[in-house]
């Protein structure tokens, strides 16, 4: 793949900040094949896989702008869960009816789980053969000093599935960060799960849905879904309602919620059932609130973004016919670019908050020091990374 190295996204140049402060990119390759051998991978793979091999610029700037990261709520549910989407895993799950049911009654996943991350993942197959050879787009992560080591131990697990036999080197293709096939397993992750479910002696997750869905299922299996559990629901709270209690770290009974008052969408008391829940408000306080369950953690495995495992839930409800939410937010709503969120970070370290590291991604760390400062400049705090909070701290940073 030819592109430039001279990138320009969001105020940040990429040609020569993406590989800063690293080896050269051939002697850190052939560094990284002896750690392979050393690891057991045969010779004729790695010369066969990492043989001329070039960084690809593009995927330095799509890992910089992932959507969860750099689109409002509404904008982010609007392209993921909308009508067109909704009718198309209907059909779906229709289609594949018999082996969603084998799948569900082996490893407990509801079929319309399944079929909701298989629509986000590939929209149901379509793009599971990719667009990136995983190979150069491993390294090239691998190489970059943002998440250099995690992506380092994400190649060498892609050496070891072609070592394997499970796919040929010229078919492994993925997304621009490696994820592979139907439900878009990275490499650890098929290692790790994935399942040759009609025995054939591959696990293939490209082009075999039976391998895919079953591989998902064993996925969500083993982290912890139940079989007899929702995701979680759309909630309402009371005016008053105090916005400290909004974090995945905040995990209280639905007894305890309704105290707070808490209440179903519709305003009728929360169910009287023994579940832990935690409470979410994506687009700040003025826009949906969810109360979210074990579920909805165990999505947050596959994807630990809020608003990825938001979409899946609520797709999955819209498949077995649930409606839509009562609200996305306000849509004059502007999102933070990938260079305010970094900024924003940045104020709040010099503010003596604690966001993490200063790398424009809005994670939790981030939500609970928004948090913190919001309460400490009466504002309500809902963790929201949203253009007044960054105003404010700028002026508190002059």
Not at 11 to 22: D, K, R, V, Y
Not at 100 to 105: D, G, I, P, R, T
Not at 273 to 289: I, T
Not at 338 to 348: G, M, N, R, T, V
């Amino acid at each position: 793949m030819a592109v430039v190295f001279a990138l320009f996204l969001t105020g940040l140049f990429f040609s020569n900040q993406a590989f800063a402060n690293e080896q050269p990119f051939k002697q850190w390759l052939a560094d990284l094949k002896n750690e392979a051998a050393g690891k057991g991978i045969s010779a004729k793979t790695l010369d066969e896989a990492l043989t001329g091999i070039e960084p690809i610029p593009r995927v330095i700037e799509l890992d910089r702008r992932q959507p969860e990261f750099t689109l409002t709520f509404r904008d982010y549910m609007d392209r993921m869960v909308n009508a067109k989407r909704i009718v198309k895993a209907q059909t779906t799950i229709r289609a594949n009816a018999k082996l969603l049911n084998e799948v569900a009654a082996k490893y407990g996943v509801q079929p319309q789980y399944l079929v909701a991350f298989w629509g986000l993942e590939t929209d149901f197959g379509r793009l599971a053969s990719g667009y990136f050879p995983v190979i150069p787009a491993l390294a090239t992560l691998a190489h970059d000093s943002r998440r250099g080591k995690f992506f380092r131990g994400q190649l060498i697990d892609a050496l070891r599935i072609l070592d394997g036999g499970h796919i040929d080197l010229a078919r492994m293709k993925g997304s621009w960060a490696g994820a592979m096939g139907h439900f878009q397993f990275i490499p650890s992750t098929f290692n790790a799960y994935a399942i040759d479910y009609d025995g054939d002696g591959k696990r293939d997750i490209w082009t075999n849905n039976k391998d895919a869905l079953a591989s998902a299922a064993n996925f969500l299996a083993n982290s912890g879904w139940q079989r007899d559990e929702i995701w979680g629901r759309e909630v309402k709270v009371e005016d008053s309602f105090d916005f400290t209690n909004v974090s995945l770290k905040i995990k209280k009974p639905l007894s305890a919620w309704q105290a707070l008052g808490v209440r179903r969408i519709n305003g009728k008391d929360l169910p009287k059932a023994d579940v832990m829940a935690s409470l979410l408000a994506p687009a700040g306080h003025v826009g949906p609130k969810f109360l979210v369950y074990g579920n909805f953690r165990a999505i947050m495995r596959w994807n630990q973004s809020q608003f990825y495992a938001l979409a899946i839930g609520h797709l999955a409800d819209r498949i077995i016919g649930k409606g839509p939410l009562s609200t996305l937010g306000p849509r004059d709503e502007k999102s933070l670019s990938f260079a305010q969120s970094e900024e924003l970070q940045q104020l709040l370290i010099d503010a003596g908050y604690d966001p993490g590291p200063a790398d424009g991604i809005i994670g939790s760390m981030t939500r609970d020091a928004i948090r913190a400062f919001q309460k400490d400049n009466a504002i309500v705090p809902d963790g929201h990374p949203s253009a007044e909070v960054l105003a404010r701290i700028r002026a508190k940073n002059p």
